[in-house]
């Protein structure tokens, strides 16, 4: 509906008052904006007259005029007519002829909190004013008032998910995907791309040989990281290691017998530099030996796209024999797409993948109930919600999630104790909801 863009200061002191509308009004806030729903009475006029019915938005000494709606009298639209013919005043303004007029009409108005910020300020009124217009008069009949209301700050609820309590690796895992919870369990096979899997950790290896040195390229952070991690873990009795799982590989280069041996060698001793330095039964290891690295080679290959690359893949992908693929390779663009594989990819492949450290812990069924009463919160299936955490209500986890629950099912003053228990707990999704009904 157009707004009449007038914002009038008046007092409508002196003007004829009715008992307030029973008719239903409806107020609700939407982003930065007061919405107003109402149905408009209109009156009959007689057949000289038109009548005029005028909303106004009153409060905090300001009231805004709105579109009015006009009804004319049989007579009265004639003459209208008939003057905007013969002085040519173009299209006559918009009204209601009184023998088709509905007993009301509805209205919704959305008012720009930021273009009328006094809408913010204490209580409003809605009120209707009917005037009468004759052809030389106005006089006013009536005017009705609705029930006061005021501007409610919109809640758009703060609510995550909770941490359950599951230790320490569960913490660490966050910031460690090498760790991972034994759901998540996977066997080696030759299938898989260990360099783009979330979390690897390689330990490398010198051509030919299977000693850990600390002091080759990034191992000495990698082995350190890999004995802390698994410390921790072990230190926390709301865990358990079930597996670790270790994959010793080897470049492509040399024969495919001595590659395999030293993929197994290389798995075997990060097992023993782990099990040196934290004591952990040999059944927690899974040593995988994954031989010559083709998956790996083949994938690095794709992504560095280099001179030759094209050939190499089509070696790689239609040469079965893996002795025969490593001399085709060898021989093509005179050895030179070769040497860029030595110097360049194949380094990477001589290593230990250290996968994962799996482990397990006892569920949280707090941190699960809150969590599901969360995602119904999100849903605004509010009283289920409700139901679902009132087992819980003495966890701290459970307050925000709580409040929003109690607030959206009419218990405002528990919903405010309940937020500001998780505020001082420091939960900022709570202090966020206080902020936002003005309770801090």
């Known amino acids: 509906m157009k707004l009449v863009k007038g914002l009038i200061r008046m007092c409508l002191i002196g003007l004829p008052l009715v008992a307030s509308a029973q008719q239903e009004l409806r107020t609700f806030s939407y982003r930065d904006s007061l919405v107003v729903e109402y149905p408009l009475p209109l009156v009959r006029p007689a057949s000289d007259y038109a009548t005029v019915s005028t909303p106004l938005l009153c409060g905090h000494g300001d009231t805004l005029r709105l579109e009015p709606v006009t009804v004319r009298g049989a007579r009265n639209a004639r003459l209208l007519h008939r003057d905007y013919v013969l002085n040519r005043k173009g299209d006559e303004p918009p009204y209601l002829a009184a023998a088709t007029m509905p007993a009301e009409v509805s ?8 273009e009328y910020p006094w809408l913010r300020q204490g209580d409003l009124q809605l009120q209707v004013v009917h005037e009468e217009e004759g052809c ?33 690796a569960a913490e660490l895992e966050i910031s460690n995907p090498v760790l991972a919870h034994i759901s ?65 590989l080897a470049s492509v280069e040399g024969p495919v017998k001595r ?24 059944s927690l290891f899974e040593l995988s030996a994954g031989g010559e690295a083709w998956t790996e080679l083949r994938d690095q290959v794709e992504e560095q796209a280099f001179e030759g690359s094209e050939e190499i893949l089509r070696i790689i992908r239609e040469e079965s024999d893996v002795d025969r693929r490593e001399r085709l390779m060898k021989r093509h663009n005179g050895g030179k797409t070769y040497r860029y594989l030595l110097q360049n990819v194949l380094l990477d492949q001589r290593n230990s993948g250290y996968l994962r450290i799996y482990y397990d812990y006892v569920p949280d069924e707090a941190a699960a109930a809150i969590n599901r009463a969360s995602e119904l919160l999100r849903q605004e299936r509010y009283s289920e919600a409700l139901d679902l955490l009132q087992p819980y209500r003495e966890d701290e986890r459970a307050q925000n999630a709580l409040g929003v629950a109690l607030y959206q099912t009419g218990h405002e003053e528990e919903a405010i104790a309940c937020f500001r228990r998780a505020a001082a707990a420091g939960n900022e999704q709570a202090r966020k909801n206080l902020l936002q009904l003005r309770k801090e």
């Open 107 to 114: 209205r919704r108005l959305c008012l720009s909190l930021d």
């Open 136 to 168: 030389c008069s106005v006089k006013t009949l009536h005017t009705v008032s609705y029930p006061s209301f005021a501007y409610q700050l919109p809640f758009h609820p703060e609510v995550k998910a909770v941490a359950d309590r599951h230790g320490r």
């Open 184 to 248: 998540s369990y996977r066997p080696y096979d030759d299938t898989r791309i260990l360099r783009r899997e979330k979390g690897m950790l390689y330990v490398h290896f010198p051509l030919d040989k299977v000693d850990i040195r600390r002091d080759y390229r990034q191992n000495a952070d990698v082995l350190d990281r890999i004995v802390q991690l698994t410390r921790e873990v072990l230190a926390d009795t709301t865990n358990v290691i079930c597996k670790i799982q270790i994959i010793g």
């Open 259 to 282: 590659n395999q041996w030293l993929s197994e060698q290389r798995a075997e001793a990060l097992r023993r530099y782990v099990q040196e330095r934290v004591s952990l039964p040999d």
